[in-house]
Every structure is written in C-alpha cells, then in structure tokens.
T-cell receptor, first 113, second 114 residues
Framework: DQQVKQNSPSLSVQEGRISILNCDYT??????FLWYKKYPAEGPTFLIS?????DKNEDGRFTVFLNKSAKHLSLHIVPSQPGDSAVYFC????????????FGQGTTLQVKP | GAGVSQSPRYKVAKRGQDVALRCDPI?????LFWYQQALGQGPEFLTY????????KSGLPSDRFFAERPEGSVSTLKIQRTQQEDSAVYLC????????????FGPGTRLTVL
C-alpha cells in the first residue's frame, strides 16, 4: 500500500520555464514533508521541506505547496535550469514514526537547454 | 569530507553468502537510518537507531537482516544467506536530532546477488 505517490514518472521542461512536480499521500498522520533530489550513483540530497502547519515554503528557486485537505503537495522550480535534471523524491514523516521517511517512487525531471 | 560515507560502494555476492555494509554518519549525529532502494523505486525504511539503541526495526524484511550501531556512531547492516531479491541499493542516512526529519544520505551501497 503506497502511502506516498508520485504519479508522474517523468517530466520534461524547457530551460527558464517552471517545473511542477506533484505528490499525493494517504496517511493523515503525516506532519512533515520533504523533497529530495538524486543524481545517478549518489544519495538523495535534501532540497526543501514543509511542516503541516504551513501551506507554503520558499527557498530561492524552489517552492513547496501543501494542500492538506487534498493530501497533495507540489514542488515548483522557477526558473528551471539544466542542472536541475535529476530524480526528485517526495517524502513524508509523522512524529509518531521516529522520523522515518516514507518516499514516493520518484519523478525524473529533464530540463532541456 | 563531513558527509555520510558508506562502504563498499559496490558489492557482488553469490546467493547464500553473508554480506556486511558499513555506514559512517556525520560526526555527532544522534539518529541513523537504513533504507533499501530497489531499481526504479523510492527508498524504503529498514531500521532506525538513536545513538546505540535500535528503536525501530519494523522495516527489516526478514530475520536474515541485522543491523547494529554498538558505540552510537558507525553502523553495520548485515545480510545473511543473501538471496537475489536482496539486490538493491542500501542507503544510510543520519540526522542531528533524535527522530530528526531532515536526513543526510550517504551515496549508498549497490548490492548485486547472483
């Protein structure tokens, strides 16, 4: 039973445009959400996070939006750059879960020059 | 470097062999997590340590999997009698706080069982 889902396996955007990556979750106990970026042969790298008490968090070109009623979050990258090309994982956690992260399947983003 | 390191980076084992995977977390980090990532999937939780105490091992797939962190720093994940379905990338992550959400990952160990 997949508690965190990324329904788009891949996304291709033009350099300079906005990239929007989506994530859905089913467990209402999740209270913290994170996005990780992964290059081949490397471990995931933390990008940005959001607590369930907020609906938006922004860090430079990256913004995460949380819609708790829809159990949906999204990552916006603007403007997109070729170096952003990687696999992006959405992850969720609950205070009661010792901090362990539940990951989605990942979305491969390709930013074309 | 100050990041999480893992060794070996690649391991090939014959079915039935035992393997040991090592993780060196960021110095001073209290929490240590192990994840298993199958091809094309996201990482899946295996086990969690707070200092030397293994507080959650609910993700270990069978009793062939064993993890330890005896001095609260370096951790070892051991897999006994490896099987082909154990082939995956094993990721270690550490976090400064107990149960810390923001986890820093190592590069992983790619295990291939023939």
């Amino acid at each position: 039973d997949q508690q965190v889902k990324q329904n788009s396996p891949s996304l291709s955007v033009q350099e300079g445009r906005i990239s929007i990556l989506n994530c859905d979750y089913t467990n209402s106990m999740f209270d913290y959400f994170l996005w990780y970026k992964k290059y081949p042969a490397e471990g995931p790298t933390f990008l940005i996070s959001i607590s369930s008490i907020k609906d938006k968090n922004e860090d430079g070109r990256f913004t995460v939006f949380l819609n708790k009623s829809a159990k949906h979050l999204s990552l916006h990258i603007v403007p997109s750059q070729p170096g952003d090309s990687a696999v992006y994982f959405c992850a969720a956690s609950a205070l009661s879960n010792t901090g362990k992260l539940i990951f989605g399947q990942g979305t491969t983003l390709q930013v074309k020059p | 470097g100050a990041g999480v390191s893992q060794s070996p980076r690649y391991k090939v084992a014959k079915r039935g062999q035992d393997v040991a995977l090592r993780c060196d977390p960021i110095s001073g980090h209290v929490s240590l997590f192990w994840y298993q990532q199958a091809l094309g999937q996201g990482p899946e939780f295996l086990t969690y340590f707070q200092n030397e105490a293994q507080l959650d091992k609910s993700g270990l797939p069978s009793d062939r999997f064993f993890a330890e962190r005896p001095e609260g720093s370096v951790s070892t994940l051991k897999i006994q009698r490896t099987q082909q379905e154990d082939s995956a990338v094993y990721l270690c992550a550490s976090s400064a706080a107990a149960g810390g959400y923001e986890q820093f990952f190592g590069p992983g160990t790619r295990l291939t069982v023939l």
